[in-house]
């Protein structure tokens, strides 16, 4: 059982920068492939960042890609959201995601736990 907090949210100008963390519970967090999903009013959950167990690879959808960098602690049990040049599009909660990898690959789908969200509002 892994439970997530995420943390950093908050109201930004367009062009500005924020940096989302995610706190995770349990022993065993080096063993999960950690992402981040946003969902914007009216829409469905999408994917945004995924990383591996080690962190040696990672994954973006196309409209952060260049913009994102995701990250991890794992002597912190911790994972992190660089989001720099934020525009209105981006503006949604963003939830943390784990699941159980055999593999150090990064993964798109499948996460079996995930956090309550945070809100991220950049105003243009």
């Known amino acids: 059982q892994v439970q997530l907090v995420e943390s950093g949210g908050g109201l930004v100008q367009a062009g500005g920068s924020l940096r989302l963390s995610c706190a995770a519970s349990?022993?065993?967090?080096?063993?999960?492939?950690m992402g981040w999903f946003r969902q914007a009013p009216g829409k469905a959950r999408a994917f945004v960042a995924a990383?591996?167990?080690?962190?040696?690879?990672?994954s973006y959808a196309d409209s952060v890609k260049g913009r994102f960098t995701i990250s991890r602690d794992n002597a912190k049990n911790m994972v992190f959201l660089e989001m720099n040049s934020l525009n209105p599009e981006d503006t949604a909660v963003y939830y943390c995601a784990a699941v159980f990898a055999l593999g150090d690959v990064s993964t798109r789908g499948g996460y079996d736990y995930w956090g309550q969200g945070t809100q991220v509002t950049v105003s243009s």
């Open positions: 349990g022993r065993t967090f080096s063993l999960y492939n």
């Open positions: 990383i591996s167990r080690s962190g040696g690879s990672t």
